[in-house]
């Protein structure tokens, strides 16, 4: 069911032009209503955890989740510790595999394989970037697909693209939770994804597209990209650059998913030095959309629900045990 201020109450507001956009925006004091994250990636791991019990239960032993960590970069060090630590809150074994900068590739896909044929992960994540010396690409599809995670293996986007079932990249899959849960039916929406890198914009545009929306997939050759935008019920915006969609941008009442985290120079006395924000000039964005995701809160907390709940599916999954219908 979908969430109040929803899509359809929105489209009735919709103008029919630009002078109808310009004169609604300036009779009406809009504010989006702004879709909570934290909230629900909170939701998603709780049915996690229920689901977790209940495989225990029937298999006696948790589903395992190992991330391997090469090097270290503070970020993911951070990203790499508060997986580990959700891992284990639902109730799931966590493996930390943590290899020095200098690991050879050779070194890795040994670990990898290791990995692949162990009883009791169900999934495998790599934590990016890997150090210059090593191809990622490599890495990545040496892992074997069922265990893949994070859905970046060749077989698994492969999966996506032609409408089968695999494993979907998490924040992709968080974007749709968010959608689906704010506006219910996706179908016959018009949705504009801005970014098309593998990991976050081209399985956007092929998860809104399995949801019966109208895709367009822009990027930084598209042109005219204001205008683009603005044809959108439904934008996702992935371009990692700061405050980049303006509010006119925006079509009024549009539901607006923010992917990107940048972080700024904030130099305010008595406050910290930096921020973070999204792709979306949010105090600008939240006058015409009639929801939007904030930045942090929004996408972010999504992405590790979900690779906890892709987990659960792989371990459901290599057990021949019906597929848990998490959620949302
Ligand atoms: N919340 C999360 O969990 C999460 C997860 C992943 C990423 N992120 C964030 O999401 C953002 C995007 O990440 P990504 O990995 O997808 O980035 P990416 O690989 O750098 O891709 C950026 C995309 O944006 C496009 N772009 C760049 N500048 C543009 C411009 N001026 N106009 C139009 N398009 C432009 C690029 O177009 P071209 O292809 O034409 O170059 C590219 O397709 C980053 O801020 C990242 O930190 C967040």
Redo the contacts with the bound molecule.
Sequence with gaps: MAAEGTRSEKFLLLPKSETDFDRVRLAIAVSAAIIDGRATAADLRRQVARFVEKFKAERGFEPGLAVVLVGDDPASSIYVRSKAKRTREIGMVSYERRLPFATEQSQLLAHVRELNAHEGVHGILVQLPLPPHIDSGAVINSIDPSKDVDGFHISNAGLLATGQKGMVPC?PLGCKMLLRRQLGDLSGAEAVV????N???KPMANLLLAENCTVTL?????RD?KTVCRRADILVV????PKFVKGDWIKFGATVVD????RISAPEPGKEKSKIVG?VDFDDAVQAAGAITPVPGG??PM?IACLLSNTLTAAFRKEGLAEPQVLL
């Design positions: 924040t801005l970014g098309r890198s990991i976050v914009g822009a990027h930084s050759r598209t990209l992935a371009v990692g650059r992917v990107g985290i940048n792709d996408v972010g992405t």
